[in-house]
T-cell receptor, first 116, second 113 residues
């Protein structure tokens, strides 16, 4: 089956630093990837849609300068949390759309970010 | 607008009991997909089932069964003879607009031995 891998699985960083999270489709190509955020004991909320070769589309209320998304290839999208603050601590999860069918999306295992 | 409601925040049962997790959705789309995912403490989303809006057949997979009723906009999930390993947060989700997912708030299931 299709596999989506996120790296790192967890990360701790200091306030003010930036951290990059990678989302890779391991055995398929994905023109579109999605980034979700999950606060503790809450649901997953869509942050942005990442499109290969073009700018990401952000959901309302999500700061694009804060959460930089780059989709440089058909198998890799990155989310960079810039100038991280403790309130950015969250679980971030991506999903990748299977290019062939464009009807199935697969989720990564998630990245737990803690900003201290 | 899309909306998924999981009214049960947390459910506790004793092992071997049956349990039903409720899911009610709203959408104006005529074609849509509904999903159930399991999220164990490790955090990853485990796919359980996908159902499209044109298929109202109920489905059974081992101890899991799903009841999809368009008339009531519900897609309920039943675990028969629950086990401790079933303890997790379960999300119902609606897929819309080119594969975006709208997730319900989740139901935490605690299965006690």
């Amino acid at each position: 089956g299709a596999v989506v891998s996120q790296h790192p699985s967890w990360v701790i960083c200091k306030s003010g630093t930036s951290v990059k999270i990678e989302c890779r489709s391991l055995d398929f190509q994905a023109t579109t990837m999605f980034w979700y955020r999950q606060f503790p004991k809450q649901s997953l909320m869509l942050m942005a849609t990442s499109n290969e070769g073009s700018k990401a589309t952000y959901e309302q209320g999500v700061e694009k300068d804060k959460f930089l998304i780059n989709h440089a290839s058909l198998t890799l999208s990155t989310l960079t949390v810039t100038s991280a603050h403790p309130e950015d601590s969250s679980f971030y999860i991506c999903s990748a759309l299977l290019i062939i069918s464009n009807t199935e999306a697969f989720f990564g295992q998630g990245t737990r970010l803690t900003v201290v | 607008a899309q909306k998924v409601t999981q009214a049960q925040t947390e459910i506790s049962v004793v092992e071997k009991e049956d349990v039903t997790l409720d899911c009610v959705y709203e959408t104006r789309d005529t074609t849509y997909y509904l999903f159930w995912y399991k999220q164990p403490p490790s955090g990853e989303l485990v796919f359980l089932i996908r159902r499209n809006s044109f298929d109202e057949q109920n489905e059974i997979s081992g101890r899991y069964s799903w009841n999809f009723q368009k008339s009531t906009s519900s897609f309920n999930f039943t675990i028969t003879a629950s086990q401790v390993v079933d303890s997790a947060v379960y999300f119902c989700a609606l897929r819309y607009n080119f594969n975006k997912f709208y997730f319900g708030s989740g139901t935490k299931l605690n299965v006690k031995p």
